[in-house]
């Protein structure tokens, strides 16, 4: 899998949040503001079956696939599959609470 992990998505998300819109984080962005998130895009190769985010612990990074999947664990039980371009770890980077799943 390939993903961008962007350390200050907080920023943005927070405006998102803020303006009150729904859906994905980045589709109600102008295109100026998601040229700014893509500076700050650093692409990672995870390798299969290696962990991202764990469980319990702390996360400060906003991660998009950008190809591949990543299966999302809770208390080893597998709970869904994500894939290209879903996101994942915003709720945990803007609340400042543990990650709810591995």
């Not at 405006?15 to 962005?29: A, I, N, W, Y």
């Not at 998130?37 to 612990?57: M, N, P, S, W, Y």
Request: aromatic share 8%; charged share 20%; hydrophobic share 40%.
């Amino acid at each position: 899998m390939y993903a961008c992990a962007i350390k200050d998505a907080h920023k943005v998300a927070m405006k998102v949040r803020t303006k009150g819109l729904r859906g994905s984080t980045f589709s109600k962005l102008t295109r100026s503001e998601q040229a700014a998130i893509e500076k700050e895009c650093r692409v990672k190769t995870i390798a299969q079956g290696q962990d991202i985010l764990l469980f319990g612990h702390s996360n400060h990074y906003l991660y998009v696939i950008i190809s591949g999947f990543a299966d999302v664990f809770v208390r080893g039980k597998k709970v869904a599959t994500l894939s290209a371009p879903q996101e994942f770890g915003l709720l945990s980077l803007l609340n400042g609470v543990t990650c709810t799943a591995t």
